[in-house]
């Protein structure tokens, strides 16, 4: 390598590119080396000795970040160009380009765009992050949120959904126009909910599954599987007690404000608004699942109705019992979404025992 | 490894394809999609990742092939080898309105920053590669967004935008002002970044946008007069079937002149 007489480097030299000083527009091939007071830029065309006083050094950014080294001769402004990260390296921290002014502001605004880019990836974090958030405290408070809003729904709204997902499952239900049953359901249910601030319809399915339902806004579909499951009037008082009380607590119009809520906010996180949103609803109604709390709830409420119309609640119990028993494997459609009978009957069994002495009838 | 050197021809004038002459045992690489048609003994071979034998082993070819996706790409890279004895041709079409450049890397210093979708064909040997954008504000009002494509290799390119494409040399510290999504590739050392328009009133009226990219020489720059997306909305707004609506194009008749011009569907 060159010399070391007046104090240069005996460095190897770094690899650039060199633009301007009559070189092709696209720059050529060049080696940067290192003097004490002056740059040696060997090329093709030559060898030019450049003063380290008239030197500019800037930052080239096209995607790849690289350095500048640009100096004004006779036939217009030079560069030297440095794009690997080795020689950039190299470059940056040269003691004699260390004191260049440039070198000092290049390093400035590195940390300045430094602190900027974090600040960004915070801001770009944040916002990925809200929607999980939302969707995580959503999920936290979910029955809350559900029930808060629910409560906002006037009762004649609840109603109209109520009937218009009756009207679309209305044909896939063999409902009865009369009979025995039909009677009895009705004339027990509004025994049970005289004094209601929903209006209920009663209804008779002729389907051999063990299953009852109610919508929102007070229709209640009992199927002719159960009533024939039942032994006495009053068990069948207590499964329709139990499902009067969905009704009251308004859990399925819950349940569906809870459904669509979490469905909103996934097509807000995902983007994908997926499907519309009433169909949906009609289908989830369709097949209505609660939460246990919801059951137990609706338990303990249709005890207290009983009693209070004076029923015997002990047919509520009972049939728990009856379901406990014909449940075997597999549990009746009833009670597949259910707490399991025998815990729900402790449960009740408990609060008959607070009852105690019986009220009678 | 040396880049196959390969002779061109480029034919049309605004929907354009290009053809390859390889010479026996050469090979070029092409976008999946973009051939035209080729002679009897090319063979065609579909790899994954880009071709280029820089990336050893499967990670690394994942690697290539997860690149090429983020940048629009096929995952897949289609080879076309020359097998016979004698020179054979291959031609890529371009996919829309526009003009196919030849770049030649090696010219460069053997790299090429391109706009993300843009690239059609090159020799073998070529590797397809990201390159993130660095400043922040570029890659969100550039117009380019924050990925575009890196060529590197030391062979010929072609390059294909929309409407015209123009190269230009910018000599060192030259500035040049380009309304944003024009800038189809730019060489590695030119200076890539953006500029407030200045006024507000520009801003809102001149119908520039907020921002200019701004182009800092040294270095060659290729710019296209009509982004993709530009036409693309242009159709879209005059498209009935999208919701637009067809002007009477000047016609006496107005609508009228719609039933009897015969493109009624």
Redesign the interface.
């Known amino acids: 390598m060159a010399t070391t007489t007046s104090g240069g480097s005996a460095e190897a030299p770094i690899a650039a590119r060199l633009f301007g000083c009559g070189t092709p527009p696209t720059g050529e091939e060049a080696q940067l080396t290192f003097w004490s007071s002056q740059v040696e830029v060997r090329s093709a065309r030559g060898v030019q000795r450049v003063p380290l006083a008239i030197l500019r050094a800037r930052e080239v950014v096209s995607a790849e970040a690289g350095l500048e080294l640009s100096w004004d001769a006779r036939g217009g402004s030079c560069a030297l160009q440095v794009f690997s990260p080795a020689a950039i390296a190299r470059l940056r921290s040269h003691p004699l380009l260390r004191e260049m002014a440039q070198m000092a502001r290049l390093r400035a605004s590195r940390m300045r765009s430094r602190a900027w880019r974090t600040v960004a990836v915070a801001l770009l974090g944040l916002f990925v992050l809200l929607p999980v958030l939302a969707l995580l405290a959503f999920l936290w408070q979910a029955d809350r949120i559900a029930g808060a809003i629910a409560g906002r729904i006037p009762v004649a709204r609840e109603q109209q959904l109520g009937r218009q997902v009756f009207a679309r499952m209305r044909d896939s239900l063999k409902l009865q126009e009369q009979g025995e049953s039909l009677l009895l359901v009705r004339s027990l249910g509004e025994r049970l909910t005289r004094e209601s601030r929903f209006r209920y319809e009663f209804h008779v399915a002729a389907d051999p599954a063990i299953n009852a339902f109610a919508l929102p806004g007070g229709i209640i579909v009992v199927h002719t599987g159960l009533i024939e499951a039942t032994r006495s009037p009053d068990e069948l008082a207590g499964v329709l007690a139990h499902e009067v009380q969905h009704v009251e607590l308004r859990h399925g119009l819950k349940g569906l404000v809870k459904q669509l809520g979490l469905r909103g906010l996934w097509a807000a996180f995902t983007g994908d608004a997926g499907g519309t949103l009433a169909g949906e609803a009609a289908v989830q109604l369709g097949s209505l699942r609660f939460s246990r709390a919801a059951e137990l709830q609706a338990d303990a409420g249709g005890f207290d109705a009983l009693v209070a119309r004076g029923f015997d609640p002990r047919g509520m119990v009972d049939f728990f019992g009856t379901m406990e028993k014909a449940a075997g494997a597999t549990p009746p459609p009833w009670l597949s979404s259910h707490p399991t009978s025998a815990e729900r009957q402790q449960a009740l069994q408990a609060r008959l025992e607070g009852l105690e002495p019986a009220p009678g009838r | 490894m040396p880049m196959d050197i390969v002779d061109y021809e480029i034919f049309g004038d605004d929907m354009q394809y290009v053809e390859v002459e390889l010479d026996p045992g050469e090979a070029a690489i092409g976008e999946a999609g973009a051939m035209m048609m080729m002679q009897d003994g090319i063979e065609m071979d579909t790899v994954f990742g880009d071709g280029s034998t820089q990336q050893g082993g499967l990670f690394g070819k994942l690697l290539g092939a997860g690149k090429r996706l983020v940048t629009g790409e096929s995952l897949f890279t289609t080879i076309f080898h020359n097998e016979s004895a004698g020179k054979r041709r291959v031609a890529f079409a371009a996919p829309y309105p526009g003009k196919i450049i030849p770049v030649h890397l090696a010219?460069?210093?053997g790299?090429l920053?391109c706009q993300k979708d843009s690239f059609l064909c090159a020799a073998r040997g070529v590797s397809l590669g990201i390159?993130?954008?660095?400043?922040?504000g570029?890659g969100l009002f550039g117009g380019e967004g924050f990925i575009?494509q890196?060529l590197d290799g030391d062979g010929l390119v072609f390059v294909h935008a929309g409407g015209t494409l123009m190269a230009r040399?910018?000599?060192?510290?030259e500035r040049l002002r380009v309304d944003t999504g024009c800038v189809v590739a730019?060489?590695?050392?030119?200076?890539?970044?953006i500029q407030y328009v200045g006024k507000l009133k520009s801003a809102l009226f001149s119908g520039e946008g907020l921002f200019f990219a701004t182009l800092?020489?040294?270095?060659?720059v290729w710019l296209q007069s009509l982004p993709i997306s530009r036409l693309a909305n242009r159709i879209i707004a005059m498209a009935p079937a999208a919701g637009g609506r067809s002007r009477g194009e000047g016609s006496l008749l107005g609508g009228l002149g719609g039933l009897l011009d015969g493109d009624n569907n």
């Open positions: 010219e460069l210093g790299t920053i390159a993130f954008q660095r400043r922040l570029v575009m890196r040399d910018l000599a060192p510290g730019l060489q590695q050392s030119v200076d890539f970044d800092t020489g040294p270095g060659r």
